[in-house]
């Protein structure tokens, strides 16, 4: 009965090539969330949907871009992969966005750069 | 915007001793303060929140305590167990402009070890 779902749990890639990482969702919540989570760090949020308008956050490097095709998917790419991108990287949702709204988050994949 | 500190960055107590961990906030205009759990590997998970209305709310051995004049909150945990050993994160929304606001910002989390 997992509610955010994300796939793969552990991703490989090499420097410099692109990788899609997936997020998939059963509560029809209008938000999602892509944060990244480097080891012993906070979760950084990279941007968010909030149905179809999309968010960036000031400081998300242009090598990250997103796809929401409907309200239960949404992907993180990732253009050229750098040594410095290896992450957890988490996707959450939301019902709404706005304070006090409560997220959810995703197993999480583990992004691995060689 | 919004600025999260949290502290300690690693806390080590006895099972059954107490555990506090605090954070601060910059905007005093936040009002939704979110603690999340997550376990080594695991997802993180919404373990208790406060709204500034209130200045204290407990669930079982787990509380959180709010100053909004001071402008921190704080996380209780009573009687601690070797399965709350987690990374702890405190969280409050981001209120600058566009479309980030209310958007949580987090702490840097508190690395909590419960020692049998």
């Known amino acids: 009965d997992a509610m955010v779902i994300q796939n793969p749990r552990y991703q490989v890639t090499q420097f410099g090539k692109p990788v899609t990482l997936s997020c998939s969702q059963t509560l029809n919540h209008n938000v999602m969330y892509w944060y990244q989570q480097k080891s012993s760090q906070a979760p950084k949020l990279l941007f968010h949907y909030y149905d179809k308008d999309f968010n960036n956050e000031a400081d998300t490097p242009d090598n990250f871009q997103s796809r929401r095709p409907n309200t239960s998917f949404c992907f993180l790419d990732i253009r050229s992969p750098g040594l410095g991108d290896a992450a957890m990287y988490l996707c959450?949702?939301?019902?709404?966005?706005?304070?006090?709204?409560?997220?959810?988050f995703g197993s999480g994949t583990q992004l691995s750069v060689l | 915007g919004e600025n999260v500190e949290q502290h300690p960055s690693t806390l080590s107590v006895q099972e059954g001793d107490s555990a506090v961990i605090k954070c601060t906030y910059s905007?005093?205009?936040?009002?939704?303060f979110p603690w999340y759990k997550q376990e080594l590997g695991k997802r993180p998970q919404l373990i208790i929140d406060i709204r500034s209305n209130v200045g204290e709310k407990k669930d079982q051995r787990i509380a959180v305590t709010l100053n909004k004049t001071a402008k921190h909150f704080s996380l209780h945990i009573t009687e601690t167990q070797p399965e709350d050993s987690a990374v702890y994160f405190c969280a409050a929304p981001w209120r600058g402009y566009g479309g980030s606001q209310g958007n949580l910002i987090f702490g840097k989390g508190t690395k909590l070890s419960v020692k049998p």
């Open positions: 905007d005093s205009a936040s009002n939704y």
């Open positions: 959450a949702t939301s019902r709404v966005q706005g304070e006090g709204e409560k997220l959810f």
